[in-house]
Each structure stands twice: as C-alpha cells, then as structure tokens.
C-alpha cells in the first residue's frame, strides 16, 4: 500500500498553467504505475494521464493530449502533470492513483480499478 498527497491546485485563467505534485510514501514507488484522473460535479471520475514504472511510457486522454504532461521522479517518490493551455473544461478535482501493472487486456491504465491506492484530490479552477 502507498499514501499519496496531491498538491499544487488553484485557480488560474484561461490559457494558465498549474502543476500538480503526488508525493508517494513508502519505498515501492518505483513500482507502481502512476495515473492522475479528474471529477468534476456531477460527472463520472475520468481518466487523464498515465505513466508507467520508470517513465518509458505514457498514456493520455484524447482531451489533454498535446496540453498536459506526466513525469516522474522516483528518487522523489513524487509524479507530476503539467497543465498548460488550461481550459475552463478543465475545472475539476483532480486524484493521484498507483496502480502496480503491467496493463493487461482486460484492465488498462485507463480504468480505474486497474488502481489499487488513491489520492483525497487537489481541487483545479479555470476561470473564463
């Protein structure tokens, strides 16, 4: 089992950057792979990055392909996402997860149960 803490949520404007931190505890970090999703009111928890066990791979949803980037630092037990061109589209509670792989056929990165371990979220506003 792992705890995470997200951090680095906030307000910004349209066209803003924010990044997010999910420091890890324990010594397995390296083990895990690492996702970020977001919630917003009302919607289903969604699917926004990935990143596998030393950062060779990574997976993004089609909505923030090209804007956000996941990265890693297992020395730091920390993942990271880099948000720029921010939209309101964005605004949410964004969650860390580690999920310990690989990916199967059956379940993804981008499923949520493919994750054993959560974040309490960083809450992210993008104002218009």
């Known amino acids: 089992q792992v705890q995470l803490v997200e951090s680095g949520g906030g307000l910004v404007q349209a066209g803003g950057s924010l990044r997010l931190s999910c420091a890890a505890s324990g010594r397995t970090f390296s083990r895990y792979y690492m996702g970020w999703f977001r919630q917003s009111p009302g919607k289903e928890r969604e699917f926004v990055a990935s990143?596998?066990?030393?950062?060779?791979?990574?997976y993004y949803a089609d909505s923030v392909k090209g804007r956000f980037t996941i990265s890693r630092d297992n020395a730091k037990n920390t993942v990271y996402l880099q948000m720029n061109s921010l939209k309101p589209e964005d605004t949410a509670v964004y969650y860390c997860a580690a999920g310990t792989g690989p990916p199967g056929l059956r379940v993804g990165v981008r499923d949520l149960n493919f994750y054993v371990d959560w974040g309490q979220g960083t809450q992210v506003t993008v104002s218009s």
């Open positions: 990143i596998s066990w030393t950062g060779s791979l990574t």
